[in-house]
Structure formats: structure tokens, C-alpha cells
């Protein structure tokens, strides 16, 4: 063996040592990328750890059974009483009369995207309507308190200043294109030759659209609805500007009350402790969190329905 | 006549002509449903911008320059916007700073490393959740972990910063995922073939053809925590302030705060001048943001072959 060879091995073995150091690198660098997904996971976690603690502190002070039956929701005022059911009430109302708009307009929307629009319609409306949901809710809030609302009073006089409806028809508008693209994409995804076979026995274009293209495409379509109902129970600043501050429980039967007269909503009464100096150790503040929980068990069960059912019951198209 | 009589004729005729005329009835059935489709498609479109040209015409009178150096005055004709354009302005570089190393990291991760398992299927569920969870959740997030947990001043720049952050990462995750995902993976296996370790790669090959993906995605984010005020009211940021934050660690108010605070301010001024000229700053913000990921989008944009 010459002095060349044993130089030459040398040099493999400073090679092998570069190259280990390289390895170790390249794993800790995935590592790194691990933690930074790793953490999205923490965050929700996070979210649970923090509401429980302080809701935990919350129903220390206040018995849940208070918390889930009694009628009367005031934080701040004395008597203080702290029933979440006023709160819950306003809530669904205002997601009801939303989503009644919402839903029907984003589906047709969905429809004509997808089944009736040439690409250059659908490459300018797509974009337009996406605009819908890029301008922040406080906006909305603004448009519904400050024009839709006196436009409104022309029609029906007896409208308040603060109001479902008013507030209703503009989160409607900022959710449509949530509905209509989620729900577009899985008519989208209806194979051509299914519309055609209806096509070839005789069936009209839209009794196509009806009996065969949107069947096919329901577990889309109900998901992107359960995700807007969702989006509409989490949405804060319209209803806190448009529809009021007025805890109270609502009859959904008597539709002129439910729509024309304030309300609050849980979103808005967590604003407005918020507003309020509340220090850390009083119960308001802690009832910020046990409302908080209550909206995010709601949002986030639906949220996770909307998921299985897209998933679950998706027909699947070889 | 083979048994088919004059009766049966007459029956068949008659259902041909009601075949026919149900042919009609279906046809302008058809006609009125493509006709709600289009109303219905542009509703939205319509009723957004009969708004926005009243807001813009309440505010020209009063858009000037004063209106953007001035603070906030309960006199009208004084008001300003000055410390909450800053606040939000400096918002947009810190939220930047947090959400994106992070974002981009995870969505490395899931993209480049992670196998088809069930801890991918796990944290990418995850992230579709996190993004449907309300604002103002963030908000509670925020206010209980920075502020209770971790002792910082609530209403400063640093907390608002890293609340409106978290409230990103989902979207900012998924987006920078599409640009990575739109990366041929033949770029990738040549990169290989020449012997390269996996992060030289992402690093030579990957991020710079993903980073236009990844920025239009990332600005379109930032575009929407600007418009975000639940989350600033509930870690305690005012509605209104009357100077400009000087550093990480001052309180501040944002765009949308002064925006809430205004909307229901009693004089006709505020809510049909002062408040609207307040929208239109924000949204030409958001407008300039929008355009800018639009023009990276289109400049740089692969032409599929």
C-alpha cells in the first residue's frame, strides 16, 4: 500500500465524516419543519387548555346549572346573573334568518358557476365575488347599521336601529362565496358523462342540474352549508354593530319581533365585556371564557361535521 | 287495424300533445331557473358595490391630508386617523414576521417530509379547523395565554401582533402547502439524481420556484388580518387612541377599532363622513395588498405545457 492509496483513504474518510454531519443537519432541519406543524396542533390545544382553566374558574363562582337554565344574561350590571340561554337564543335566531338568505343564493350562485357560465363569465365572476369576503366584518357592520337599515325602514317603518335582518342580509352577502365555491367544487367534480346519460334519455338541462348533478355533489353542498352556518355562529363585528346589545331570549314565532328588534348574540355579549375594563380575577372576565368555550364547541363540532361528511360521503367516480 | 283501435289512437295523440306541452313547461321552467341562478350570482355582487359607492361618496369630502395626520378629535371636522393608520401599518411586518417562518415551515413539513400518515392526516385536519374557529376565540387565545399566562401588557403591539399571527398561521400554512405541492416533482428527482441532500433541495429546487405561491397566499393573509377587530378587542387594544404606538411594547388601536368606534358615534358627520373616509383608507390598504399578490401571482405564474 502506497502513500497515495492511504491519503486517498484518508480523504473517503473526511468525506464520510462531512457527509454524516451533513445527514445529522438534514434531520435536524426536518425536525425543525416537524415543531413548526407540530405546533398548529399546540395552538389547538392551547385554545382548550385556556378556555377550560378560566371557564373552570368561571363555574366556581357560578354553578353551571345557572350558567345553562337561567333567562337573564348580565355580567356587569347589578344583579348580576350570568344565563347563557338569552345569549344561545340570539345566536340562533340570527343564524337562522342569515343562513335562510345565504344558503339558497349560494347554491344557485354554486349552480350557475357551474353548470351554466362560459369560463370568461366565470373568470370575472369568480374573482368578484371572492371581493365579497375579503372586506372586513366591521365594515359589513357599518353598511348594515348606517344604509341597509334606514333602507329597510322605508319598507317596514317600525324597524329599530338595531336589528337582525339588517345585520342578517349583509353577513349573508360576506358568506356567500364561502357557500358557492366549496359547493361549486364538488358539482365541478360530477363526472360529464352522468349529465349526459340524463341528457341522452330526454331529460331537460335543468331537471339534469336537479335530479342528477346536485344528488351527486349533496355531501359537498351539505358541508359547505354547515360551514357557513358555522362561519355565521363565530361572526362578531356586524351583529355587535347592526343587531344590538339587547340580551334577551327570542320567540322564533313571532318573525316581526325576531327580525326587526335587537338582539344580542354570544359573539357580541363577549365584545362588549371586552369593552368593559373588566380586571382579570372578575367574574365577567371569566364568563368571557366559559361563553368563548360554549361558541367554540359549537364551531368546532360543526366544523368537524362538515369535514366527515365531505369526506365520508363523497361518491367516488373511477 | 291490428287490434289497436280508433280510442287507442285518439289516447296516444292526446299523450304525444301532453308530452309536448310538458316539453314547453319544462323549457320555461328551465328558463326561470337560469334566471334565478343569475340573480341569485349577482346579488352579492351588486348589493357590495351599491355600498361601497355610498361609502365612497360620504367620504370624498372628507379625504384630505389632515384626515390622515391628525388624531382622532370628537369634533368632526378635526378628526384624523393618524395613530391608528401607524398601528396598523406596523402590524403588517410583525404579524409577517411570526406567521411566516412558522407557516411556511409546517407546510415543508407536510409537503416535503411527512409520509401518508396518520399524523399528517391529523395536523392537516387540524388545520382546516383551526381556520373555521371564530376570530374572536383568537382573541381569548391571546388574551389568556400572552397576557394571563405570559404576563405582557394587554392592548400593546407585541400581544395584537401575536394574536393576529395565530389567527393566520392556518391560512398562511395551506396556502404556502398549494404553492409547494404546485412544484413538479421531476424538478425534484433531477435535484436527487445529482446527489443532493433533501434540504439542499427544498432549499435549491423547491422554495425558490414555490416563493412567489407562497407570497401571494402569505399577503392575502395579511390583507385579512388587517380587516381582523374582534381578536384586538378582546386582548384589550382601544378603540381609539391619540398617539402613534413608538414600539413593540405601546398600546395601540388599528383601522377597523376606529372604524367600530366611529359607527355609532351620534352626529351625522361621524357616521356619514368621518367614518366612512376611515373605510375607504382601509380598504384602499386592502385594495394595494390584494393588487400587489395579484401582480406577483400573474408575473410570475408558470406556463403549464
Avoid at chain 2, 409547494?180 to 433541495?201: C, E, Q
Avoid at chain 2, 358627520?269 to 368621518?274: I, K, S, W
Wanted: charged share 15%.
Amino acid at each position: 500500500m502506497n502513500n497515495d492509496n492511504i491519503g486517498a483513504m484518508r480523504r473517503d474518510r473526511i468525506d464520510i465524516t462531512v457527509h454524516r454531519a451533513e445527514i445529522l443537519k438534514d434531520t435536524s432541519i426536518g425536525g425543525i419543519f416537524f415543531f413548526c406543524a407540530l405546533l398548529s396542533v399546540l395552538i389547538t390545544f392551547g385554545i382548550v387548555i385556556i378556555l377550560l382553566k378560566d371557564t373552570a374558574g368561571f363555574f366556581k363562582e357560578v354553578s353551571i346549572i345557572e350558567f345553562f337554565t337561567h333567562t337573564r344574561w348580565s355580567p356587569t350590571i347589578k344583579p348580576v346573573e350570568f344565563g347563557v340561554l338569552p345569549l344561545i337564543s340570539g345566536t340562533f335566531i340570527f343564524t337562522f334568518v342569515t343562513s335562510a338568505i345565504a344558503l339558497p343564493v349560494g347554491l344557485l350562485t354554486a349552480v350557475f358557476l357551474s353548470e351554466y357560465a362560459n369560463e370568461r363569465t366565470h373568470s370575472v365572476l369568480k374573482p368578484a365575488l371572492e371581493i365579497l369576503a375579503g372586506i372586513p366584518t366591521v365594515v359589513y357592520g357599518y353598511f348594515a347599521l348606517v344604509y341597509v337599515t334606514p333602507f329597510l325602514r322605508r319598507i317596514v317603518p317600525q324597524i329599530s336601529t338595531f336589528n337582525v335582518l339588517s345585520a342578517g342580509i349583509v353577513v349573508a352577502i360576506m358568506i356567500i362565496p364561502t357557500i358557492a365555491s366549496i359547493s361549486e367544487d364538488a358539482m365541478r367534480a360530477v363526472p360529464k358523462s352522468l349529465r349526459e346519460a340524463g341528457l341522452a334519455l330526454g331529460v331537460s338541462e335543468f331537471r339534469v342540474t336537479i335530479t342528477v348533478v346536485i344528488p351527486a355533489a349533496l355531501s359537498g353542498i351539505v358541508s359547505s352549508f354547515i360551514l357557513g352556518i358555522s362561519r355565521v355562529i363565530g361572526e362578531t363585528m356586524a351583529v355587535t354593530i347592526a343587531a344590538g346589545n339587547l340580551s334577551r331570549i327570542v320567540n322564533p314565532f313571532n318573525i316581526s319581533d325576531a327580525l326587526l328588534n335587537p338582539i344580542q348574540t354570544m359573539t357580541a355579549a363577549m365584545v362588549e365585556i371586552g369593552l368593559s375594563d373588566v380586571s382579570g380575577h372578575s367574574v365577567a372576565y371569566k364568563s368571557l371564557f366559559a361563553v368563548g368555550f360554549t361558541l367554540f364547541i359549537m364551531t368546532f363540532s360543526l366544523n368537524l361535521i362538515s369535514q366527515y361528511i365531505k369526506y365520508k360521503f363523497r361518491e367516488k367516480y373511477l | 287495424m291490428n287490434g289497436i283501435s280508433r280510442g287507442d289512437i285518439n289516447c296516444i295523440q292526446k299523450n304525444i300533445y301532453n308530452r309536448y306541452s310538458n316539453i314547453r313547461i319544462e323549457k320555461i321552467k328551465g328558463k326561470i331557473f337560469i334566471f334565478l341562478c343569475i340573480v341569485a350570482t349577482l346579488l352579492g355582487v351588486i348589493s357590495l358595490v351599491t355600498l361601497l359607492v355610498y361609502v365612497f361618496w360620504d367620504a370624498t369630502a372628507w379625504l384630505n391630508l389632515e384626515f390622515l395626520t391628525n388624531p382622532p378629535s370628537r369634533f368632526p371636522e378635526r378628526a384624523g386617523i393618524y395613530p391608528m393608520l401607524v398601528g396598523s401599518i406596523f402590524l403588517i411586518p410583525m404579524v409577517a414576521l411570526y406567521s411566516i417562518p412558522l407557516g411556511v415551515g409546517a407546510a415543508i413539513y407536510l409537503e416535503e417530509y411527512a409520509r401518508d400518515s396518520l399524523i399528517k392526516r391529523i395536523i392537516e385536519i387540524n388545520i382546516a379547523n383551526l381556520a373555521g374557529v371564530p376570530s374572536i376565540v383568537y382573541g381569548l387565545l391571546g388574551l389568556g395565554f400572552f397576557v394571563a399566562a405570559l404576563g405582557m401588557i394587554h392592548g400593546t403591539l407585541i400581544v395584537g401582533s401575536l394574536t393576529l399571527a395565530l389567527r393566520v398561521l392556518p391560512i398562511v400554512i395551506v396556502s404556502s402547502q398549494e404553492a409547494i405541492a404546485s412544484v413538479p416533482i421531476s424538478h425534484r428527482f433531477a435535484s436527487f439524481a445529482l446527489g443532493v441532500r433533501k434540504w439542499h433541495m427544498i432549499r435549491t429546487v423547491v422554495l425558490p420556484e414555490a416563493i412567489p405561491g407562497i407570497m401571494t397566499g402569505t399577503i392575502l393573509a395579511l390583507a385579512s388580518a388587517m380587516g381582523e377587530t374582534a381578536p384586538l378587542i378582546m386582548i384589550g387594544a382601544a378603540t381609539t387612541i391619540f398617539t402613534a404606538p413608538r414600539g413593540i411594547l405601546s398600546s395601540f388601536s388599528a383601522l377597523p377599532l376606529q372604524i367600530f368606534a366611529w359607527s355609532d358615534f351620534p352626529h351625522r358627520e361621524f357616521q356619514h363622513g368621518v367614518a366612512p373616509a376611515t373605510i375607504v383608507v382601509l380598504l384602499l390598504i386592502l385594495l394595494a395588498m390584494n393588487g400587489l399578490a395579484i401582480f406577483i401571482r400573474l408575473k410570475f405564474s408558470r406556463k403549464e405545457h
